[in-house]
């Protein structure tokens, strides 16, 4: 399979500090993208990096990318009660045609 | 508004009765793709369109069909609907292949229970 990987599957932190996830994959890949779900909710694209990049900012978001271990985190700083959500990790293997998402980290977030 | 809308949101039916789940962009997307997501497995890829009259299996294609006939719609069809068909759906459209900045946009997804 080559089904990427979240970890850990749930996260729970109080409001202000970060969180931290991590998706591990098995092949090359051309980019790597995360998407938050809100319970039930269709996803929605957070950010994108793409495999010759190294690391990636958006807002409070982080991005990170190791090529060479197949891996990615997402830091996600001064985190909010509305930041909780399952996120997840997609790879994109062959040039925009088909994603493999991994099962996702469910984060909450107490206030 | 830009989106991805899906329907119906909601379907309960019985093994074997013949059901489409309709998708449609507005957003002038080349490619557009459906999922299924079931508890800890994440997404997974069932078929996949770069274009109109353009259509490809991805991970999971047995017993769906879609079909591309407009750019903007993209219709799942279930011919025998089983109940490990059961699952929450999603239809997803991009602006392009290749090597183009390829964001994914969601539909809010169709939540089908096959009895």
């Known amino acids: 399979s080559q089904q990427g990987e979240e970890d850990p599957q749930a996260l729970s932190i109080q409001e202000g500090e970060n969180a931290t996830m991590n998706c591990s994959y098995k092949?090359?890949?051309?980019?790597l993208q995360w998407y938050r779900q809100n319970s039930g909710r269709g996803l929605v694209h957070l950010i994108l990096?793409?495999?010759?990049?190294r690391e990636k900012h958006s807002g409070r978001l982080r991005v990170t990318l190791d090529t060479s271990k197949k891996s990615s985190s997402l830091l996600i700083t001064a985190s909010r009660a509305a930041d909780t959500a399952s996120y997840f990790c997609a790879t994109d293997f062959n040039y925009g045609q088909n994603f493999v998402f991994g099962p996702g980290t469910r984060l909450s977030v107490l206030p | 508004e830009a989106q991805v809308t899906q329907n119906p949101r909601y379907l309960i039916t019985v093994t074997g009765k013949k059901l489409t789940v309709t998708c449609s962009q507005n957003?002038?997307?080349?490619?557009m793709s459906w999922y299924r997501q079931d508890p800890g497995l994440g997404l997974r890829q069932i078929y996949y369109?770069?274009?109109?009259?353009?259509?490809d299996k991805g991970d999971v294609p047995e017993g769906y069909k879609v079909s591309r006939k407009e750019k903007r719609n993209f219709p799942l069809i279930l011919e025998s609907p089983s109940p490990n068909q059961t699952s929450l759906y999603f239809c997803?459209?991009?602006?392009?292949?290749?090597?183009?900045?390829?964001?994914?946009?969601f539909g809010p997804g169709t939540r089908l229970t096959v009895l």
């Open positions: 997803a459209s991009s602006l392009a292949t290749g090597a183009s900045y390829n964001e994914q946009f």
């Open positions: 957003m002038n997307h080349e490619y």
């Open positions: 990096i793409r495999s010759n990049e």
């Open positions: 092949t090359s890949i051309n980019n």
């Open positions: 369109s770069m274009n109109v009259e353009v259509t």
